[in-house]
């Protein structure tokens, strides 16, 4: 058992140098991954003028169509009005892609009216 005690006093004096030696050894900075190689730029064209203001009417002529259809059978629903005169407001001030939105969610609206009709009023 003797011998035993003189081996671990033996690791003990050793222990400081390993513990200094730990504390001094240094990692290396981790190494930067590749920068990756720029993605090509790709020019979008910009949509011809003449064709977005010939669409936006022609979705403004199918909208006012639809509202009328669906204020004929008293099934508007007041968003549809509400949205047809948003654009034609945007027609009028050539902001075209904000007209054919407007006009796209007035025909839709009053389709969903005229849709409802098919449903009772009450079950």
């Not at 200094?20 to 240094?26: L, M, R, S, T, V």
Request: charged residues 30%; hydrophobic residues 45%.
């Amino acid at each position: 058992m003797l011998e035993t005690s003189r081996f671990c006093l033996g690791r003990l004096k050793l222990l400081p140098v390993l513990l200094a030696a730990g504390c001094a050894w240094k990692e290396p900075p981790p190494a930067e991954p590749p920068k990756p190689a720029p993605a090509p730029v790709v020019e979008v064209p910009k949509p011809d003028e003449n064709a977005l203001a010939e669409e936006a009417k022609a979705m403004l002529a199918q909208a006012e169509t639809d509202v009328q259809r669906a204020r004929a059978k008293r099934a508007l629903w007041q968003k549809a009005w509400e949205d047809l005169i948003s654009s034609r407001q945007a027609v009028a001030a050539k902001d075209h892609a904000r007209a054919i939105r407007h006009a796209k969610r007035a025909s839709e609206f009053a389709q969903l009216g005229l849709e409802q009709l098919a449903y009772p009023a009450v079950k």
